[in-house]
């Protein structure tokens, strides 16, 4: 194989990275562990928050060039928010025996880029689950995982989504094509431009450079594959942007645009995984689920929690946009076919205003993007429901959440949405409250 040189050049030169890790009040209780997947011993760096609290883990992901100081940055970074993250090195394993990782597999002349590439999808999966596994079972994990890719290992993430998981809260892919074009990974010479995006069941958020012309230029269709689906997608382009502006945006060197799409795009991650996260430590707005008296015995609706706290994630210019999950409904339907005949069932919502101290936010600011967290024949989300700043009615009207043919009612399905909130950036600072009420009716 020819010498990585695209590792050694990236890690040569990012003694910024090297430093800021030096520097960390979390270096000393960072580690680097292993575990054995296959007969192959998988290496990662684990970098624990401050004190000695149950934390959510979040899995880095690192571009095709390998694991650097850069993306060990990130999850530094990541780490400071208060959670556990953990950065496999996904070329650990694949050198002779089951051995070896970036370092040594550049010392013997590998090459990082060809080695990731020639990873299946289920292989890489594999690892992923290995990974979330492992993140799940640390003493101080509370059990919940997220994963934010970055380049190459955000494409690895989207398609991880594909496998259907629901071991993890939410995906954030960064600078990354996704489904249904992919060109990255073991794929980057097949042109898919089908690939498929219906086993999907977690939320998916975007991170974009506008100059990043490859995979900014994907963002329409993936966006429309996935509403067409019924799956969650929020993609943000961050203006003059480049590829890889988490890490080129933190260099000393910077540009301006570089630069204020790091931080943004870190202040909106920091809010993507608070909410994910059940919003824990986070100030918002709050969003209650009044669930009506389910019919005994026969069609019944649950919602996993009563409280959501919607996190700011991004500024969209004339608004302020907070975005949150709507706890898991469930719907159980055990009629006979005697009782429900040739119908089905409709889970709908509508929101009442958002008031605070000085004033409301009509319910037409608060949307919602319906997703199938069960996928089967006969079940459908509903369409999404777009604020009026995005030019929608919202949820000031019934907006259906999910609906069941006859052939798709019986048993339990599981629905989901990402909800988001469009304030004006002039609404009085302050706490928003009010009521979204989930109701459940059965269709003739």
Known sequence: MASNAGWTRQQTGQAWATANLAASPRAA??????????????????????GTEKASAVIVGHEVFGLTDSTRNTADQIAAMGYIAITPDFTSGLGPDGTGDVQTLVASDGQTSTLLTSLSDDQINERFDAWVDYAKGLSRSNGLVDIVGLSWSGGAAFRYAQSGTTDVNAIAVFYDVGAPTVTQGCHRNDGLTDYPVDDIRVPIYGFYGETDTRATGSVPL???????????????????????????????????????????????????????????????????????????????????????????????????????????????????????????????????????????????????????????????????????????????????????????????????????????????????????????????
């Open 222 to 444: 993936t966006t429309t594959t996935m509403a067409a689906y019924g799956k969650f997608f929020d993609p943000v382009v961050y203006a003059g942007a480049d590829h890889a502006f988490m890490r080129v945006g933190s260099t000393p060197t910077a540009n301006a645009a570089n630069k204020a799409a790091a931080q943004a795009a870190t202040t909106r991650l920091q809010g993507i995984l608070a909410a994910s996260f059940a919003g824990s430590g986070d100030t918002g707005i709050d969003v209650d689920a009044t669930v009506p008296a389910a019919a005994p015995g026969s069609l019944a609706l649950t919602v996993a929690g009563d409280h959501v706290t919607l996190s700011q994630a991004a500024n969209a210019g004339d608004h302020l946009r907070f975005m949150g999950q709507l706890p898991a409904v469930t719907v159980t339907d055990s009629r006979s076919a005697q009782q429900a005949g040739a119908g089905g069932w409709s889970v709908a919502g509508q929101a009442s205003a958002l008031t605070g101290p000085m004033g409301t936010v009509d319910a037409d600011n608060l949307g919602w993007v319906p997703y199938l967290l069960t996928t089967r024949p006969g079940l459908a989300a509903g369409t999404s429901a777009v604020s009026a700043l995005s030019g929608g009615a919202g949820l000031s009207t019934p907006a259906t959440l999910a609906s069941a043919s006859s052939a798709g009612r019986y048993g339990s399905a599981q629905i989901g949405a990402g909800l988001s909130l469009d304030v004006p950036v002039d609404t009085t600072p302050g706490t928003y409250g009010g009521t979204l009420t989930v109701s459940l009716f059965p269709v003739d």
């Open 29 to 50: 209780t960072s580690e680097w562990v292993t575990i054995t997947v296959s007969g192959q011993q998988l290496k990662a760096w684990v970098d624990y928050p401050l």
